[in-house]
């Protein structure tokens, strides 16, 4: 497995791989890798002939009062799990190399005002710049995102589709812990006592599963979902909501596929999570 840091020698790489016909996927992370991240670098290793993976905290998603200091960081931990999942090359570059200066910024609008949108109103232009600049530079064949993500992952293909990237975007299931919690870089945040708190989110999605059904009011899920999370004393909901799996704006009635999503937090901690319904 190779390590690089810099735009050109990543390119350089590829495009050796790409003259021998080879095919490329590319797993972008933030690094801090768990059993999430683990998943989506195995499906890429099934069906690529080449791995990158990227390991980037990137410094334009993040909101002047958010966690980039504090989020969590160990390449010599994510290096060894990349290595032990047959990772071809990780490509960690510093801000200074991703950003000179920049003034092009990639915005997909709509999409993105809803959701995580409206509470982290720059996240969503920084995902989306760093995301199609990582596809500039490795040119993969496939690109692998969590479903955990759903809002992220909806902007990626709508981005995808709207500046015709030749790539094409795999979304992986949720990985949870074995006592439901979607796993999370920041669930290393937590307290003891919050780690238990957290359950709630999954307890609401399994609630929200159980009751959903086609052309059902909206609110009579949302209802029965936010009691779930407001019994929990530490839990301070963000937003619940019902949107159309493609558009990502609220809907009334369950009368499309649509996604249910969360964003709650546990003390200081911003957690999410969702489930899809298809009618």
């Known amino acids: 497995m190779q390590v690089t840091k810099t735009v050109d020698e990543t390119r350089a790489l590829v495009k050796g791989w790409k003259r021998e016909g080879k095919t490329v ?147 992986c299931p949720i990985v949870r812990e074995e006592d439901g919690l979607a796993k999370s870089s920041r669930n290393t945040y937590l307290n003891e006592e919050e780690r238990q708190a957290a359950l709630c989110l999954s307890r609401a999605v399994k609630k929200g599963q159980e009751i959903i059904a086609k052309d059902m009011d909206s609110e009579a899920v949302l209802k029965e979902m936010r009691a779930v999370i407001e019994a929990e004393p530490l839990a301070k909901i963000d937003y619940v909501s019902v949107v159309d799996a493609l558009t990502m704006q609220d809907v009334d009635k369950v009368d499309r596929d649509v996604l249910v999503a969360m964003a709650v937090y546990i003390g200081k901690t911003r957690l999410i999570d969702n489930f899809s319904y298809e009618v």
Request: with cysteine; charged share 20%; hydrophobic share 40%.
């Open 25 to 171: 996927g590319l797993v972008p992370t933030m690094g801090y890798l768990h059993e999430g991240h683990a998943s989506l670098i195995k499906k890429c290793r099934e069906e690529n002939d080449i791995v990158v993976v990227s390991v980037f905290v990137n410094p334009t998603q993040f909101g002047p009062n958010e966690d980039l200091e504090a989020y969590p960081r160990d390449f010599q931990r994510d290096s060894a799990l990349c290595e032990s999942l047959g990772a071809d090359l990780i490509f960690h570059p510093e801000p200074e190399d991703m950003y000179i200066n920049p003034c092009a910024y990639v915005s997909i609008d709509t999409l993105s005002q809803n959701l995580c949108g409206r509470t982290r109103p720059i996240h969503f232009k920084g995902v989306c710049t760093v995301v199609s600049k990582l596809f500039h530079i490795v040119a993969p064949d496939k690109a692998y995102f969590g479903q955990k993500d759903a809002q992220q992952l909806a902007i990626i293909k709508k981005m995808v589709q709207d500046l015709n990237f030749d790539i094409q975007i795999v979304g």
